[in-house]
Nanobody
Framework: QVQLVESGGGLVQAGGSLRLSCAAS????????MGWYRQAPGKQRELVAG???????HYTESVKGRFTISRDNAKNTVYLQMNSLKPEDTAVFYC?????????????????WGQGTQVTVSS
């Protein structure tokens, strides 16, 4: 029973920072890529960032230079450091993970999803 448990969401003013964490537990198969998606009200869920086992990263253009994804393979944990937050970043953020050799940058390839954590950025 694989679970992804997120933490770190909350309310922050524009320009502020938040750090999201997601720990995977109960894995019976090796976890490969991990990442973060977000879904704003009335919008499609979109990829924010992904990271491979080896540390290769991918970011959506709107967060490049502001967000940093990292992981601790020993802890099966992925992090998202979010700086210079903007109101348009407001969304439910979902942790995502894929089995070994699978990708998270395509939503249909995601094998495991977290429950979501709310990030609200005020003006």
């Amino acid at each position: 029973q694989v679970q992804l448990v997120e933490s770190g969401g909350g309310l922050v003013q524009a320009g502020g920072s938040l750090r999201l964490s997601c720990a995977a537990s109960g894995t019976m198969f090796s976890i490969g890529a991990m990442g973060w998606y977000r879904q704003a009200p009335g919008k499609q869920r979109e990829l924010v960032a992904g990271i491979s086992i080896s540390g290769t990263t991918h970011y959506t253009e709107s967060v490049k230079g502001r967000f940093t994804i990292s992981r601790d393979n020993a802890k099966n944990t992925v992090y998202l450091q979010m700086n210079s937050l903007k109101p348009e970043d407001t969304a439910v953020f979902y942790c995502a993970a894929a089995r070994y050799l699978r990708t998270v940058v395509i939503s249909t390839s995601v094998d495991y999803w977290g429950q979501g954590t709310q990030v609200t950025v005020s003006s």
